[in-house]
Nanobody
Framework: QVQLVESGGGLVQPGGSLRLSCAASRFTLNYYNIGWFRQAPGKEREGVSCISRSDGISYYADVVKGRFTISRDNAKNTVYLQMNSLKPEDTAVYYC?????????????????WGQGTQVTVSS
């Protein structure tokens, strides 16, 4: 069974950093577009960042551009989301997802496999 597992969430003060990891079992992540999404309490899930399988190009939502960085480590079969300058409004459950579109997007319906999520809380 294909499985994605997120880790690295936690409690951090505003201005701090976290690095989220998305690891896969039973399939090779670099064959897939990988997206990071988040859902805050009472809000709809939104796309944060993605990295394309074909050319490695990454995309970011405007609200995180310049603060978050997505990357792959193919040897570890893991995708990371480095989050810097965190703000209280970044508080959410963060999910990674894998899909086989031509390029990655921040549209949920283009992703087939989803992890269970990891909680990120930004608070003083």
């Amino acid at each position: 069974q294909v499985q994605l597992v997120e880790s690295g969430g936690g409690l951090v003060q505003p201005g701090g950093s976290l690095r989220l990891s998305c690891a896969a079992s039973r399939f090779t992540l670099n064959y897939y577009n990988i997206g990071w999404f988040r859902q805050a309490p009472g809000k709809e899930r939104e796309g944060v960042s993605c990295i394309s399988r074909s050319d490695g190009i990454s995309y970011y939502a405007d609200v995180v551009k310049g603060r978050f960085t997505i990357s792959r480590d193919n040897a570890k079969n893991t995708v990371y989301l480095q989050m810097n300058s965190l703000k209280p409004e970044d508080t959410a459950v963060y999910y990674c997802a894998a899909g086989l579109g031509r390029y990655c997007t921040l549209r949920e319906y283009e992703y087939t496999y989803w992890g269970q999520g990891t909680q990120v809380t930004v608070s003083s």
